[in-house]
């Protein structure tokens, strides 16, 4: 029985996925690999002694929590424990991170003008409708522009 | 297999140490490190002592930084607590069931989103004009009864209220609230709550559209720029539609650039006499203008005019919000205001009313707000990627929203007592000379002298500041001396009061639109009840009809506020902030059938308390203010002395003629009935919450009718 829900794999992955299929300029292998090295800093705390330490990135304060473990599943992968306490900065490591960060606040001003992020939508028509026609950006911009102002989707926005 | 204990932690939580056989949880541990208990004491501590300092200081001015640290540290405590004993003793928050974001993927709308882009999302979605108007309205009182509301509303009712939503929507397919309203209450109750929504949709859109007319009548530059964001809109729209499709940032910063222009160019129009007549206009004036202009931007496609604009007004808005509290902590001025003046009351001239229950209504949004509920169950739900995401986005959202109202009472706080009076007091009180005003304001004990009101106007580059009701000037003004401190200095006042002015008048302008469209919509829907034909919303006619009927609703409203002699928004903000609190009343009344009906009934008080609060609240002010005998609360009192007036052919101040004198008499019964029906309508929505919950705590089964996740698991799409 799978695992419900894997949000890290899945979300990385199609956002990997997507981003080849559109050629869009983002770095979402570096996405992956960011979350990959969140996982890992997030989950092996040796014993239950303090809290985590993890000042493994010095960066951003959002990075670092951006990358932080969503569920708290990471654990069960299995990582042997105080590896973490060993790991080593590395410029690469502050770069792909600064990168996600740059990324997220992004796609974080799009989302709040209605946009959600299109490799992501790209992936996942390759991934669950391969037979299907997928929507141009400019389509796929036209298309959320007017849902956003349609109430009938059941849009409801506020004042305040 | 069996697993070994998997141990997981936040930096300051406490660590939980899972064992699992199976995916079934056999053990939790959760252990409360040294650290974090010590970390959190001090946050305590510090929180403790901030408020001290605000709470008992007396005779000389608090330091702002004191408030904002006090808020910060029960933000905190609040959210590690308080939330989480919500989220996982009361809804038994299961991280391993599928959200709609999953279950519905389509890439569009529902789209499973990065925690933090979403908070983000749903913070633009929250954050408007409520929290910064109400707290500087709220200031009459002084800064700290305000502020208490604020604190407590939000930890305890506010910012529940968005988490609970957020979390039965997300059970529910990311479902409406009038639609989980039906499923769970009946179709009797849904319906009703469904008139509710339009008649505070009605009344929120011409309250907001009336700060923006107060805020522009009289001042060429405030009017100038905010004309010019039609043009700069129009020009993005074709940019994006066709020259350089879909790219949002490059449109922005277009409009941006072009609106920092019109910004600045607006002070050499308000200084040549020949321009500024062009751009001069009396309330009633702009009024039709925003009317007129609502209609036409509900009718034009929204790709031209509206959405440019709302693309604008959004990044303006979160931008202004970070400036403005990076100039709160930067400059961490003194406040000027009292933190208790004597209009605890009642008897104050910015709104009618004593502490309990008006300052409950008058301070909606920033502590807790009905509208966070049709949000928190619109598209935020088909997005989150996990149960366990929703105290940051739904309580966290709020907590930010909260600490953007303790910014705004800062805002009003930090200009002089005097000023503030003279800025929210009607000209019926205090006329419009600065000598005759500077005398009533200190004969209310606020002393100022003529000079400091005309002084401030010259700086902010208007010829007066009296009367400029609506907190939109207000915290123009508080904006201004706090961004002028840290950037600029007094010689960009003007800019940062209009450029405070701007981004207020372009968001509610902004919101008017798109409420203008859910109106249409609403009374497309309603009408189409009995002719089905003008449900097609894709008809022209139809679409004219509709937005005409819209317009006219809210038109009237808005026209009867600016040509109230008594000031508009001392009559109708109370019925803004009743209307908006009894939408939360409503949203908190589902919330709590649906505790009882998954039969969470022992924990079902952090529910039922907010949501008693409010009823009472609400319902209070509402009876008061049709009923009250005092004559600057009832409505009714009030009709009853001007219309004896008017049998007696006498003309009572402010009113001028005898045709103005039936008109108020006329507004005060429409105001009364809207009050009344207002009441009636959270009335009968309690009386069938209380009876749902008891049917629930009968049956001994949960009888929720929400989607169950291993169900929906298996059958994907």
Known sequence: ??????????????????????????????????????????????????????????????????????????????????????????????????????????????????VPDYPTYVAHRKTTHPDLPVMTYKEFFRERQDARYSVGKGRFRGCC | MGRPASAVTGRWGPVVRRHEVNDEILLLEVEVTLQAKLAWIAVAALGALSFAVVALTRGEPVNAAWLVIASVCIYFIAYRFYALYITGKVFGIDPKRVTPAYRHNDGLDYVPTNRYVLFGHHFAAIAGAGPLVGPVLAAQMGYLPGTLWILAGVVFAGAVQDMTVLFLSTRRDGKSLGDMIRAEMGPVAGGIAGIGILLICIIVLSVLALVVVNALKGSPWGTFTVFCTIPIALVMGIYSRFIRPGRIAEMSLIGAALLLAALIYGRTVSETPELASWFNYSGETLALIVIGYGFVASVLPVWLLLAPRDYLSTFLKVGTILLLTAGVIIVHPDLQMAPITRYIDGSGPVWAGSVFPFLFITIACGSVSGWHALIASGTTPKMIENESQIRFIGYGGMLMESLVAIMAMIAASVIHPGVYFAMNSSAGLIGADPGHAAEVISSWGFAVTPDILTQVAREVGESTILSRTGGAPTL???????????????ALAGIWYHFAILFEALFILTTVDAGTRVCRFMIQDLIGNVIPAFRATESWANNIIGSGLACALWGYFLYQGVIDPLGGIWTMWPLFGSANQ????????????????????????????????????????????????????????????????????????????????????????????????????????VVYGVADARKALRNPRDTTVEISGAAMAAGDD
């Open chain 1, 1 to 114: 029985m799978p695992r419900w829900p894997p949000v890290m794999t899945e979300t990385a992955g199609s956002q990997a996925a997507g981003a080849d299929a559109a050629g869009a300029g983002a770095t979402p292998a570096g996405i992956a690999r960011v979350k990959k090295a969140g996982t890992e800093v997030v989950g092996t705390k040796p014993g239950g002694t303090g809290p985590v330490e993890t000042e493994v990135v010095g960066t951003e304060p959002g990075g670092t929590e951006a990358v932080g473990t969503d569920l708290g599943e990471t654990g069960a992968a299995g990582q042997p424990a105080g590896a973490a306490a060993t790991r080593t900065i590395t410029t690469e490591a502050v770069a792909t991170r600064v990168r996600f960060v740059c990324e997220i606040v992004v796609q974080t001003a799009r989302l709040m003008v209605g």
């Open chain 2, 582 to 685: 009894m939408l939360a009343a409503i949203a908190l009344t589902l919330c709590t059938v649906v505790l009882f009906k998954m039969k969470r009934h022992r924990v079902a008080w952090v529910t039922i308390v907010p949501t008693a609060w409010l009823v009472l609240c609400t319902v209070t002010a509402g009876l008061e203010k049709v009923f009250s005998s005092n004559v600057a609360v009832g409505f009714l009192a009030h009709a009853q002395r001007f219309g004896d007036a008017v049998a007696a052919g006498k003309i009572l101040a402010p009113a001028k003629t005898l045709h103005e004198m039936n008109r108020i008499v006329f507004n005060d019964y429409l105001d009364a009935g809207l009050a009344g029906l207002f009441v009636a309508i959270v009335l009968i929505v």
């Open chain 2, 476 to 490: 123009a003004v508080g904006m201004a001396s706090i961004l002028s401190g840290f950037l600029g200095g007094s």
